[in-house]
């Protein structure tokens, strides 16, 4: 055995220059080649884990290595998110600007939880927030805060909420209070599941989320909510918030928010409008009237890593009252006081997390390089393509559409002639979908529309263009085709051509 010591320190400089330009030539080939790779993989569990060593090497590899390995092993086994054949979920599809803004972050590598931490990564931070408010047509008072995800984002948005309530729950909790009655947090029955599981976080329990009916468009109803807060107060309930959802994830239906904040207003609760995927159509300045009145919430969300190109992780809560969040979570320990306090802003007073990635940075490089009338002109063709999608569909006498196209989510399914009973169009549907994504050409996903079970194809790709939606359609026409023989068509792709 050697006595020679371990050799220690970073990777040589030189070795890394020569490493990082085959590291970006490989990710420029792939971008190049993956309109022709499966958008879903073929795997099965414990592929991927069982094509790899079972433990760490003793010593270290090559790059060209680890690079091997991604083409055998890592890519095969991958969904690609940013494929332009990736209809399901929203999408989150990272752009070019965006990837090396993670290159560049990863590089800097600062802990953005101070200012004296980071100052750049603070006031970039607050620069490209405001940036991007302005963008979204929002007004002034709202200030943001980056946080990974749109579940981060509601959950301090309810516990600010709850700190605005006046319930000292800051400092005395909770539990064992006789003086504190029962808490309410209000949502549509389509509003995502993160609303329920932050108020369970804090504490207010699943009977503390009550859910309120929709109307045909799958939208809250206004009259229901109305009587849900009486009928709460009534019982000796303290209503918390409203969530009112700007894209459900069902359908993207868009709840009537004008009506809702005028509630909220009246009632003296706190409005936080979940906008992490519909918010950002908000770019394109003739869509706003569809998201009227979310300038009058308390807070809102929205993730530019869903149809706003920033590569995962990056959502935004904005509000207008950043001092009851802040009185909800800051907490400073003498070994983080560094002679600045009250001169400038630190990010960790708003929220649980303390260690912050420079997030703001990729965000900016993507706002920088697109600017506002190259995100607008994505964002339109993709609710053009949307909307000519739903065109198809209508005109289709084999397939019907379930629901509205507010933003760029089509929602429909199979209607054979003859079937008639609701299991089976509901076992018809489900088995086109498999069909479907078992071309791994394109990926869609489904949910139930009132009870029944529908399609979902969603179009938020960067690299989605027209052909690609063709594409699917022609696939979903072609599959329910074979599915029912009495639906054929002429299979060009198109409703009607």
Not at 146 to 157: L, M, Q, T, V
Not at 169 to 176: D, Q
């Amino acid at each position: 055995m050697s006595d020679a010591p371990p050799v220690t320190g970073d990777m040589p400089v030189a070795e890394f220059r020569r490493e990082a330009h085959r590291v970006v030539d490989w990710v420029a080939d792939f971008l190049a080649r993956l309109d022709g790779l499966p958008v879903t993989s073929a795997v099965q569990p414990g592929d991927v884990r069982a094509a790899l060593p079972r433990t760490a090497p003793e010593g270290g590899e090559p790059i060209d290595a680890v690079l091997a390995d991604l083409d055998r092993v890592i890519v095969p086994g991958m969904t690609h998110w940013s494929h332009p054949g990736f209809h399901a979920y929203f999408c989150s599809s990272s752009s070019g600007p965006g990837i090396l803004g993670e290159l560049l972050a990863a590089a800097l590598n600062p802990n953005c939880m101070t200012w004296h931490a980071c100052p750049a990564g603070t006031e970039l931070e607050q620069l490209t927030l405001d940036w991007l408010r302005d963008l979204l047509g929002l007004p002034d008072p709202f200030s943001g805060v980056i946080y990974d995800g749109a579940s981060a984002s509601s959950f301090h948005a309810l516990a600010a909420a709850r700190e605005a309530a006046g319930l000292e729950i800051r400092e005395r909790g909770m539990a064992g209070r006789a003086d504190l009655t029962p808490l309410r947090v209000y949502a549509s029955a389509e509003a995502h599941s993160s609303i329920e599981k932050a108020v369970v976080a804090l504490g207010l329990g699943r009977a503390g989320y009550r859910t309120i009916p929709v109307d045909g468009a799958q939208r809250l109803r206004p009259d229901a909510l109305v009587r849900a807060i009486a009928e709460d107060r009534g019982a000796g309930v303290t209503p918390m918030a409203v969530v009112a959802t700007v894209g459900t994830t069902g359908t993207t239906a868009i709840d009537p928010v004008a009506d809702i904040a005028e509630i909220c207003r009246r009632e003296r609760v706190w409005l936080h409008v979940d906008a992490a995927y519909g918010g950002s159509a908000a770019v394109v300045p003739e869509r706003r009237d569809g998201l009227a009145g979310w300038d009058q919430a308390d807070s809102i969300v929205v993730n530019p890593h869903k149809w706003l190109f920033v590569p995962l992780d990056l959502s935004v809560l904005f509000t207008r009252r950043p001092e009851v969040l802040r009185r909800a979570f800051a907490l400073v320990p003498e070994y983080l006081r560094d002679g600045y306090e009250g001169r400038v802003e630190n990010y960790m007073d708003y929220g649980l997390p303390l260690g912050r990635r420079f997030r703001a940075l990729k965000l900016w490089l993507v706002l920088r390089y697109f600017g506002r009338a190259g995100l607008a002109a994505r964002v339109r063709e993709h609710l053009r393509l949307a909307a000519e999608l739903a065109a198809w569909v209508d005109a289709d006498p084999h397939f019907e559409r379930v629901a509205p196209v507010p933003l760029s989510t089509v929602c429909f399914r199979l209607r054979p002639a003859g079937v008639t009973d609701a299991v089976a169009l509901d076992d018809v549907n489900r088995r086109l979908l498999d069909a479907v994504n078992g071309t791994r050409e394109v990926f869609l996903t489904h949910t139930r529309l009132d009870g029944r079970f529908v399609l979902r194809l969603v179009i938020g790709g960067i690299r989605t263009e027209q052909r690609h939606v063709e594409r699917a359609w022609a696939l979903l026409r072609q599959e329910a085709t074979r599915l029912s023989p009495g639906a054929k068509g002429d299979g060009d792709g198109r409703a009607g051509s």
